[in-house]
């Protein structure tokens, strides 16, 4: 029998009365408890996902599949110029590749572009 990986470590932050009653709201909204919510955003964070519900304006998200769409356009219409026919097992490798890594692509081209704004 396997055993559970259990939760040993810790980590505790101070915020303000105001970004605690927003956590809180956050958490309540996805039906978790405040500690379960906080510990997914963190690592949900720390595995390059967005934090789904932690107050971001969607940007990330919109980009995210501009993003995969542009990879799976520029792959299809490459072979359609070559004369190449696209299998239907092709297409979902092409679907799966670009969506794999569209999160971590889109907050590439986001910090880009902040990057340049204040340049």
Request: charged residues 30%.
């Amino acid at each position: 029998m396997v055993k559970p990986n259990l939760r040993t470590k810790s980590i505790g932050t101070k915020v303000s009365e105001e970004e605690f009653v927003r956590l809180e709201q956050a958490a309540q909204k996805a039906s978790k408890t405040l500690g379960e919510w906080c510990r997914e955003v963190m690592l949900g964070s720390a595995n390059g996902q967005p934090a789904n519900g932690a107050g971001g304006n969607g940007a990330e998200a919109l980009m995210a599949e501009v993003v995969a769409l542009r990879a799976i356009l520029l792959n299809v219409l490459f072979k359609q110029a070559n004369g190449e026919r696209l299998t239907s097992e092709e297409m979902q490798r092409l679907i799966e590749r670009a969506d794999s890594d569209k999160f971590k692509k889109a907050r590439e081209r986001l910090e880009q572009t902040a990057h340049s704004k204040q340049s």
